[in-house]
């Protein structure tokens, strides 16, 4: 039997979406309703689609995004890296638990 996280506790807001923000990459807060992309530090959820200048970003729940360095299991210090992927930082990231990591992908699945 396989096991299933998507779908769990998904909840998506619109924002106004600045320039660069695409789906998929993790976006933190601009101005007042808009967001940005990011590629350093914390982020307060995954843009999950773009369209007319707006973006429905998922700021709960389980999402698969793609990591850089390395990365395991449990709660990690995660913030935005280059590329559209998160990265382990305890300095300027927030804790989220991971649930899955695939290291051949450099793909993890985190709870936000």
Do not use: W
């Amino acid at each position: 039997m396989s096991i299933s996280f998507n779908g769990f506790h998904e909840e998506i807001v619109t924002f106004e979406a600045a320039s660069g923000v695409t789906a998929g990459v993790p976006v933190m807060m601009s101005a007042n309703g808009k967001v940005q992309a990011v590629t350093s530090g914390a982020f307060c959820g995954i843009a999950k689609n773009v369209r007319g200048g707006y973006a429905g970003v998922q700021l709960t729940g389980y999402v698969s995004v793609p990591y850089s360095g390395s990365l395991t299991v449990g709660y990690k210090q995660l913030a935005a890296a280059s590329g559209g992927k998160v990265t382990v930082d305890t300095t300027n990231g927030r804790e989220y638990l991971v649930v899955e990591v695939d290291s051949t992908n450099n793909i993890a699945g985190i709870i936000l």
